[in-house]
């Protein structure tokens, strides 16, 4: 049986975790590499805010080889593609045929990384696509995973969101329209232990910050937080301290 060398895009999220978990119990996969966008401003991981430090720790108890995409602060579609470009080409040199992810149901997305890898030669793997998504959050949970909100669209969410570990109650406590996965870019999460991990990930919470954004003109952009028809939108940040 031919076992398929794969890279998995990984956000450091709950979605991430539980993607690659069943993956990694996927004998025709080989996960040799966990690929992150960082923004490079500020040293953090893309869209959710994480600092570098507790990527790399997370990454290092995973025990995959992992790498970062350095990103200017509000990247254009054509940086964008041209830096993931510039990774992919690195590692189909390096014999990777596939490309793993997260998704779970956004279909102009999936069909975004589908034609965008396609053009290199690649396959795109959702390893937890389709699923409901309140079924996924509870069998991350009862998988024994942790998580925790670092960032959440204000038009959902007060400050005292961010900052919280997600349980049980959470999931019957969601605003109404607001996915139990928040797919849609609701809010982001930092997953900090569970069965991928060989030891859990230690920090401290910081500060909370909104920070307000110009919403971008297309929505092709994969890194938008939410779809929304404001021209503005706001987010809660909380800041994780290794």
């Not at 040799?32 to 994480?50: F, K, Q, W």
């Not at 890898?117 to 998504?133: E, H, M, N, S």
């Not at 079924?135 to 942790?146: M, P, T």
């Not at 569970?194 to 910081?206: A, D, H, M, S």
Request: net charge negative; aromatic share 12%.
């Amino acid at each position: 049986m031919n076992t398929h060398k794969t890279y998995f895009n990984w956000s450091s999220g709950k979605d991430s975790a539980l993607a690659l978990y069943h993956l990694l119990q996927d004998e025709n996969y080989a996960v040799d590499a966990l690929i992150t966008t960082v923004n490079s401003h500020y040293n953090r991981v893309s869209m959710h805010g994480l600092r570098k430090e507790l990527l790399q720790a997370q990454t290092d108890a995973i025990n995959i080889p992992a790498r970062l995409i350095e990103l200017p602060e509000m990247p254009s579609m054509e940086v964008y593609e041209q830096k993931m470009k510039e990774t992919v080409t690195q590692l189909k040199n390096e014999g990777f045929t596939h490309s793993a992810f997260g998704d779970i149901f956004l279909e102009d997305l999936r069909v975004y990384r589908e034609n965008q890898l396609t053009k290199q030669g690649f396959k795109a793997v959702f390893p937890i696509w389709k699923r409901d998504t309140k079924a996924l959050l509870n069998e991350f949970l009862d998988l024994g995973f942790k998580t925790i909100i670092v960032c959440a669209n204000s038009k959902y969410f007060s400050e005292d969101f961010v900052g919280t570990v997600i349980d049980k109650d959470f999931i019957a406590n969601l605003p109404e329209g607001v996915d139990p996965c928040g797919e849609n870019g609701e809010f982001h999460t930092f997953c900090f232990d569970g069965p991928i991990f060989n030891k859990p990930i230690p920090f401290t919470i910081g500060e909370k910050v909104l920070r307000e954004y110009n919403r971008p003109k297309t929505d092709d952009n994969d890194d938008n937080i939410c779809k929304s028809d404001s021209e503005k939108y706001g987010v809660w940040y909380c800041d994780l301290i290794p």
